[in-house]
């Protein structure tokens, strides 16, 4: 070990007041001070910063199957909430929330080191997905009088981002900031790689702000124009990952209208206004109200292809400023996320997928377990050229915001 655990040079206890920090400090304090396993992944080995509070910890995560090496960094606030975030995939891990009465509780899905999140258990946890995520129809579009091929790994179209070379799992370069609770990870996807045109710099940075946001921001650059996408599919249980369904959270969102899609869910074109459908939340709803079922399309007011909600919402306002998405609460926890980007969509995920796998500390994800809100340009606006564009050329920048709040009530 390199660094100074400056949670267990602490002598004085925390006052009662201070609860959520004190619950936090002692998530530290277990992952800090507890000898280390003969495997190490997730035990601090190092913090950067001054020595000071803005210290993060950063963790080996072990190693891919390739033999790459991986890090995990603790991002924490004053506040006592708890961000971690790793090198595979730019991935969040773990998040760390305090509900009515103070008491924290990871409210993420997830794996305790990186082989979980090779394992085929993974359905995207938290990572950053792209180049493009969502769908491209049937792996195809045409840029620049070319027509370029990706990987069909949604049988019969792409999706986020395609096979091994997808952003979520590949191993991105950190930097952690030396005076705010932020890390940035970096990565350049080669000309080509994935079947997506141009050398493609990217970089994402998470912050855990003291007033209690997280906030990641991605800018990206290209030598070749190339479509992009991209977002975090952390999957949400507000109650805590692995303690039930998220039938009973109530959700608003900010959206008049939503894209419709064939049964394949690949947008069809038409921009459809979700009065008088099940996928009204423009008021706050509880999920499990009315969750449209594909197996019976005619108990639910919306035409679904899907077994639960997967639909990309077009957030309200003007795209390109930060606005309210979404708001989630738990009612029995009581904390409560907002969500504000810039982006034009949000797609609602309710978990459909989720397969009872195992993840952190043994905890099991069932189906609707957990919820996705993943803010994106639309599915497949390569292939729409009356979507907002996705299209990157040399010489700009890619740059998009996506702000998490969390409160309890
Ligand atoms: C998609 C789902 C997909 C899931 C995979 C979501 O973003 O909308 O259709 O099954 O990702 O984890």
Same mark, same amino acid.
């Given at each position: 070990r390199t660094g100074v655990c400056i949670i267990c040079a602490m002598q004085t206890p925390f006052p009662t007041l201070f609860k959520t920090a004190a619950a936090a400090a002692s998530i530290l304090i277990m992952n800090a001070c507890a000898p280390a396993p003969e495997d190490n992944a997730g035990q601090p080995e190092s913090e950067t910063g001054d020595g000071d509070s803005n210290a993060i910890a950063k963790a080996d995560f072990g190693e891919t199957k390739a033999g790459e090496a991986t890090e995990i960094y603790t991002l924490t606030n004053k506040n006592g909430l708890v961000a971690k975030v790793t090198t595979y995939g730019a991935t969040l891990v773990e998040l760390h929330l305090p509900d009515k009465d103070g008491n924290l509780v990871d409210v993420i899905n997830g794996f305790d080191n990186v082989a979980g999140y090779e394992g085929d258990g993974n359905q995207y946890f938290g990572c950053t997905t792209g180049r493009v995520c969502n769908r491209i129809a049937k792996g195809k579009f045409t840029l620049d009088g070319e027509e370029y091929t990706l990987a069909t790994n949604n049988d019969p179209n792409h999706l986020?981002?395609?096979? @091994?070379?997808a952003l979520s799992k590949q191993v991105w370069k950190a930097e952690p900031s030396a005076d705010t609770q932020a890390v940035t990870f970096s990565l350049t996807s080669p000309d080509g790689?994935?079947?997506?045109?141009g050398n493609l710099s990217m970089k994402v940075t998470y912050t855990l702000t003291d007033e209690n946001e997280l906030r990641i921001d991605y800018e990206a650059t290209t030598d070749k124009a190339t479509p992009v996408n991209l977002t975090n599919h952390a999957y949400f249980n507000?109650?805590?990952?692995?303690?039930?369904?998220?039938?009973?959270h109530e959700l608003t969102l900010n959206a008049d209208n939503y894209t419709a899609t064939d049964d394949t869910l690949i947008p069809t074109g038409k921009i459809e206004p979700v009065a008088d459908t099940a996928l009204d939340f423009r008021k706050a709803h509880v999920i499990g109200e009315r969750i449209p079922d594909k197996e019976a399309?005619?108990?639910? @007011?919306c035409e679904t292809s899907t077994l639960g909600y997967d639909h990309n919402f077009v957030v309200n306002g003007e795209a390109g400023t930060m606005r309210l998405a979404a708001r989630l609460k738990d009612p029995a926890s009581g904390r409560v996320m907002e969500i504000h980007t810039d982006q034009p969509g949000i797609q609602f995920y309710?978990?459909?997928?989720?397969?009872?796998q195992e993840g952190k500390g043994g905890k099991k994800y069932p189906f609707r377990g957990a919820l996705c809100l993943e803010t994106q340009h639309f599915p497949d606006s390569v292939n729409?050229?009356?979507?907002p564009s996705t299209i990157l050329k040399p010489g700009d920048t890619y740059s998009t915001t996506t702000v998490h709040r969390f409160s309890a009530e």
């Open positions: 986020h981002g395609g096979g @091994d070379k790689e994935e079947g997506y045109p507000l109650g805590g990952a692995g303690s039930g369904t998220i039938l009973s399309k005619e108990t639910a @007011d309710s978990g459909n997928f989720l397969m009872e729409h050229e009356d979507f």
